[in-house]
Nanobody, 125 residues
Framework: QVQLVESGGGLVQAGGSLRLSCAAS????????MGWYRQAPGKQREPVAVIISGGSTNYADSVKGRFTLSRDNAKNTVYLQMNSLKPEDTAVYYCYVEAVTIVVVTTSLTRDDYWGQGTQVTVSS
């Protein structure tokens, strides 16, 4: 199992900045991908930025040039720096991890997706 602890988020005026962080812990053997999704009211959850194990990062077109995702491998933590925020960035942001974990009982490995509890980001105009 993997536990995700999110921090950051809040209320900010348009043009402002926020930083989200997400730390993963548990019986992690390897993290294949880690990043953030978001869900605005009445809309589907969408990917914002995800970094894969090879080191490349995929960004949603709507955030390119404004958001930066970074990862501290030693801490299994990702940081989403959000600059030049817009009202349309308002959403609940969810940390996402695709991880291979150790199943002690069977001495095997299993791959699963994990989600954080979500943190609200509100950008006022």
């Amino acid at each position: 199992q993997v536990q995700l602890v999110e921090s950051g988020g809040g209320l900010v005026q348009a043009g402002g900045s926020l930083r989200l962080s997400c730390a993963a812990s548990g019986s992690i053997f390897h993290i294949n991908a880690m990043g953030w999704y978001r869900q605005a009211p009445g809309k589907q959850r969408e990917p914002v930025a995800v970094i894969i194990s090879g080191g490349s990062t995929n960004y949603a077109d709507s955030v390119k040039g404004r958001f930066t995702l970074s990862r501290d491998n030693a801490k299994n933590t990702v940081y989403l720096q959000m600059n030049s925020l817009k009202p349309e960035d308002t959403a609940v942001y969810y940390c996402y991890v695709e991880a291979v974990t150790i199943v002690v009982v069977t001495t095997s490995l299993t791959r699963d997706d994990y989600w954080g509890q979500g943190t609200q980001v509100t950008v006022s105009s």
